[in-house]
């Protein structure tokens, strides 16, 4: 099955940029989309963004359209998150998965250690 590595967190203050990575192996890249996830303490896992296998489409989160991006890099079996104007909402553990819709993702059993983002105000 799919390992996944996530990468790239850290403490920042609010309104800078943070840039993280999800690297893949095994069985890879085998459903349609790749997308981003959080958890805050207390909190459910929610939908970040995501991305086709092509690259070609992605989708986002209306609480963060216009301030991440996400982008994949198939050769290198890798996706990444860019993150500009980061707010202390967006403080959580950031996780990756595939899977043929968000929902599937989201509902997946498997996730990597996640990488902890921490916005400071």
């Known amino acids: 099955q799919v390992q996944l590595v996530e990468s790239g967190g850290g403490l920042v203050q609010a309104g800078g940029p943070l840039r993280l990575s999800c690297a893949a192996s095994g069985r890879t890249f085998s459903s349609y989309f790749m997308g981003w996830f959080r958890q805050a303490p207390g909190k459910e896992r929610e939908f970040v963004a995501a991305?086709?296998?092509?690259?070609?489409?992605?989708y986002y989160a209306d609480s963060v359209k216009g301030r991440f991006t996400i982008s994949r890099d198939n050769a290198k079996n890798t996706v990444y998150l860019q993150m500009y104007s980061l707010k202390p909402e967006d403080t959580a553990v950031y996780y990756c998965?595939?899977?043929?819709?968000?929902?599937?993702?989201?509902?997946?059993?498997?996730w990597g250690q996640g990488t902890q983002v921490t916005v400071s105000s």
């Open positions: 991305i086709t296998r092509s690259g070609g489409n992605t």
């Open positions: 998965n595939e899977g043929p819709t968000v929902q599937a993702m989201l509902g997946r059993d498997y």
